[in-house]
């Protein structure tokens, strides 16, 4: 079966400091995506690379991966920079999300 954002995905964030990454993982555990950072303090990332699977692509997958980035950022009280075009892309399509901008 080929998942769609629809079905059960989870956002998880990994960090390995300096570097960081969320996935988008599918109910199974297999990875559909990941969005890249590097921490510049403690309380700024610069996300800096995403990707989705194919699998994915057109579906949502991104946007998932997006609010579940901003969603974390939010909770934590980490602001955000980027120099991913993904990701501004994103920022631009949903001013709502600008609030973790640094």
Known sequence: MTPKASDTLRVDVHEDPPRGR??????????LGQMTFSRARD????IDHTE???????KGGGLRLFNGMVDWARNTGTKVMSTCPF????????????DILS
């Open 22 to 31: 969320f996935t988008l993982v599918y109910d199974d555990g297999q990875t």
């Open 52 to 58: 989705v699977d194919d699998s994915l692509r057109g």
């Open 87 to 98: 990701a501004n892309s994103m920022f631009d399509r949903h001013p709502a999300s600008r």
């Open 43 to 46: 309380d700024l990332i610069i």
